[in-house]
Structure formats: structure tokens, C-alpha cells
Antibody, heavy 120, light 107 residues
């Protein structure tokens, strides 16, 4: 059964860059042209889609984050990654990676999430 | 971008009640609408896709309907494990967008 799992730091300083990795297990990230996704949720708030990438490296970004965001894929490691620069307190959130239902844009497999706090 | 508006933002209900949550898209999205359930400290769980298709393993008391801009999620008989927050998501195009959520609380 395919699973995804986030990894990365739980604390980032203001103005620094957040780097998170999502590792795919139980299947190949290249097996289909899914658009793997990153979603975040500030404490006590709703869900915000960050961006998505397929195994060929084609990306879509949230326009509100696009200027600070890079999503990449490493098929050899079965991983995809997120880099968000110029972090501020408003970027404090639980960050999830997720796999969409085959060929579609809703997410049927989510990681457990990682809380990232922006603080000095 | 397609804006998704859910109502109500919260609802108080009792076990056995019928609960209906609505989601409105700012433009037509055909049936490309998903519903998620999220419990505190947990990742969202896909309940319904394509507006009315039940994800595998989801109890039949959950149902979805609608097309175009107006959608509903109905829980026919609320169970203790259904107290959670529910989100809709448009799945027609990027950028993907979610509704603000509806918290189902115990009356």
C-alpha cells in the first residue's frame, strides 16, 4: 500500500528557507503521472494547497506562494521536495505531502504531517 | 482562481441527527468536487470524490450531491466518530482550492 511521509526541520528562523522532503514507499513515484502535492494548515486554520509536481518535474504552484516556492522531484530516491524561502511567522503550519487519486486532483493518501514553526 | 465557500462554519448536532454541509464554487466545476474529514491532530481523509462517489471504506451514511457550483455533503445519521471538521476541495484545475471548513460539534 502506497504511503507518503514528510521529513524536515520542525523549527525555522525568520527569513530562512524551509526544506521538506516527502518520501514515497510501497510504490514508485514514477509509476504514473500523478501530481504529488504539498498542502499546509496553520494552527487552528483551514487547508491551503501549496503546489504539485509529477515525476517528470512538471509543477503547479499556489500563486500566493509562487515567488518563494520551489518543488522538485528525485525519482532515484522516490522523493519529492519543497523549498520555501523568506519564511515568516505566517508560514508556521503543519505541512502535509499527499498523493492524488490516480489521474485526478483530489488526494487519497496523506502523510502524517510535520509542524513547522517559524521563530528566532 | 476558483474560490470555495462552505457553510455553515460550524454545526452542533446530536448522535443520530442528519447533518448537511454545503459548498459553493465561484465558477462551475462540473462534478470535480471532493470532501474530506479531518480529526484533531490527524491528516485529512478523503470521503467523497467526483461530488458523489464514496471513497473505498467510507460508511454509506456519508453521501454527496451537486454539480456546477453548488454541492452538499450529508451525514444521514451522525455517529460519535463523525465529530470532526469537513472540507471541500475543487478538483477541476490548478490552483487547487479548499473550502474554509465546517466543524461538526456535539450538541
Amino acid at each position: 500500500q502506497l504511503q507518503v511521509q514528510e521529513s524536515g526541520p520542525g523549527l525555522v528562523k525568520p527569513a530562512e528557507t524551509l526544506s521538506l522532503t516527502c518520501t514515497v514507499s510501497g510504490g514508485s513515484i514514477s509509476s504514473s503521472s500523478y501530481y504529488w502535492g504539498w498542502i499546509r494548515q496553520p494552527p487552528g486554520r483551514g487547508l491551503e494547497w501549496i503546489g504539485s509536481i509529477n515525476y517528470k518535474g512538471s509543477t503547479y504552484y499556489n500563486p500566493s506562494l509562487e515567488s518563494r516556492l520551489t518543488i522538485s522531484v528525485d525519482t532515484s530516491q522516490n522523493q519529492f521536495s519543497l523549498k520555501l524561502n523568506s519564511m515568516t511567522a505566517t508560514d508556521t503550519a503543519v505541512y502535509y505531502c499527499a498523493r492524488p487519486r490516480s489521474g485526478y486532483l483530489e488526494f487519497d493518501s496523506w502523510g502524517q504531517g510535520i509542524l513547522v514553526t517559524v521563530s528566532s | 482562481d476558483i474560490q470555495m465557500t462552505q457553510s455553515p462554519s460550524s454545526v452542533s448536532a446530536s448522535v443520530g441527527d442528519r447533518v448537511t454541509i454545503t459548498c459553493r464554487a465561484s465558477q462551475g466545476i462540473s462534478s470535480w468536487l471532493a470532501w474530506y474529514q479531518q480529526k484533531p491532530g490527524r491528516a485529512p481523509k478523503l470521503l467523497i470524490y467526483a461530488a458523489s462517489r464514496l471513497q473505498s471504506g467510507v460508511p454509506s451514511r456519508f453521501s454527496g450531491s451537486g454539480s456546477g457550483t453548488d454541492f452538499t455533503l450529508t451525514i444521514s445519521s451522525l455517529q460519535p466518530e463523525d465529530f470532526a471538521t469537513y472540507y471541500c476541495q475543487q478538483a477541476t484545475s490548478f490552483p487547487l482550492t479548499f473550502g474554509g471548513g465546517t466543524k461538526v460539534e456535539i450538541k
